[in-house]
């Protein structure tokens, strides 16, 4: 069993990284690829991820003994980039997951007295705050969010990854650096429209 969760984890993670260089592929073209083309390459290049291709063990699991298991919120955020109607997280999520990184990170991290982390192990409150935020997604018109965070608690509960813990299924390090760079580059193209703006209107 614990053979057939690893080649499960390995899978998942073969196709996130294949979906990233298709993003990044999708890059450096002019046009958006198509969903056949996006799903062909996604096939292709988790299938070269995947096989051992003459090492002793295939090239993701190198990759996941480097991240780790990346978090169900930011897998389906990125499987989901491929959809044709895609609809972009709002800016009220980047910002909440942004703010919940530099508060979470630090304290696990042992700055302090408090331990968020352990509010993962099946404490009724953080639960109800995880669902109390799936909320704020659907208030927000981010139905999505709402579908995302309601798998990421169903594989917490079904324990699809090796951790027990909530937080690992909602959160991790490139979740968190992704959000703090939308946060950064709001701040920033904020006060580039304001100096425009009072450029465009200083008397004279």
Not at 36 to 56: E, H, R, Y
Not at 63 to 76: E, N
Request: overall charge positive; glycine content about 6%.
């Amino acid at each position: 069993m614990n053979a057939y969760m690893q080649s499960l984890a390995l899978i998942e993670l073969s196709i996130t990284c294949a979906v990233v260089c298709v993003w990044a592929l999708q890059k450096f073209t002019p046009n958006p690829f198509p969903f056949t083309v996006k799903a062909f390459l996604v096939i292709l290049i988790g299938n070269l991820l995947f096989w051992p291709m003459g090492m002793d063990l295939p090239l993701v699991a190198y990759i996941r003994g480097a991240t780790g298991d990346l978090s169900i919120v930011l897998t389906l955020l990125l499987w989901s980039s491929l959809l044709p109607t895609n609809k972009p997280a709002p800016m009220i999520f980047k910002l909440t997951v942004a703010i919940i990184s530099l508060c979470f990170y630090p304290f696990a991290l042992g700055v302090g007295m408090i331990d968020p982390y352990a509010w993962g192990y099946g404490t009724i409150t953080f639960l109800m705050a995880v669902l109390f935020f799936a909320l704020v997604c659907g208030l927000a018109n981010w139905s999505m969010g709402v579908w995302i965070i309601a798998i990421a608690i169903i594989a917490w509960a079904a324990h699809w990854h090796e951790s027990a813990n909530l937080w690992d299924y909602l959160l991790d390090p490139f979740l968190a650096i992704w959000a703090l760079i939308a946060l950064i580059g709001m701040l920033y193209r904020k006060r580039r429209d304001k100096a425009r703006s009072g450029y465009l209107f200083r008397p004279g």
